[in-house]
């Protein structure tokens, strides 16, 4: 799941699928997917509405549709977003819709590595997310009210259709796979 690489100061980065980056002279510029960083030094990496600023740390990015989440592993890191700006400890989530923050255990937040996707009372749309990237097609969920409702499991990343049918039963929706897309609605 994870393509790793590093850079000429120390850092290295690992790679979730469907993630992109560029890097220049500048600096390094995130532009979709998620990503865990070991900053060796001071890192400056510009996402869309933003930057985080790390030294010395080890951090987790995921861009969302609604925004992102940035998960401090280890160190501290911080992210300046939409015109508001937080630091994180190690052990600490932000995501920025909402400017949720949350505790979160470094070794489920790392789990995507593993091919695995651990949720605590996360909202469906970031699961729906999170297996996007791992299948052909789009998932479309119907309606906010499914989008928010609440997920928690251990998820195997190798079959996100599965995971989603499995869902049909404990969630009060159904899950309708199309060619090109599937869609997730109110039972």
């Not at 600096?27 to 890192?43: K, P, S």
């Not at 600023?53 to 160190?75: P, S």
């Not at 700006?85 to 995501?95: D, I, K, P, V, Y």
């Amino acid at each position: 799941m994870a393509r790793r690489g590093g850079g000429a100061d120390g850092t290295a980065v690992a790679l979730n699928a469907r993630t992109a980056l560029n890097l220049d002279a500048r600096g390094v510029a995130m532009l979709r997917g998620q990503a865990t960083f070991d900053a060796a030094r001071d890192l400056l990496l510009t996402v869309p509405g933003g930057e985080v600023h790390a030294a010395a740390a080890r951090f987790d990015v995921d861009l969302l549709a609604g925004g992102l989440a940035l998960t401090c592993l280890e160190g501290a890191v911080t992210l300046h977003f939409g015109g508001r700006s937080a630091r994180l400890q190690g052990g600490e989530r932000l995501f920025t819709a909402g400017w949720q923050r949350a505790r979160v255990n470094p070794a489920d937040a790392l789990a995507w590595q593993r091919g695995k996707l651990i949720l605590d009372q996360r909202p469906l749309a970031e699961l729906a997310a999170s297996l996007e990237r791992y299948r052909r097609g789009r998932i479309v969920i119907w309606g906010d009210q499914v989008a928010d409702l609440r997920v928690s499991g251990v998820f195997n990343m190798a079959d996100g259709d599965l995971i989603l049918q499995s869902l049909a039963g404990p969630l009060p929706i159904t899950f309708t796979q199309l060619p090109m897309f599937s869609v997730i609605r109110r039972a």
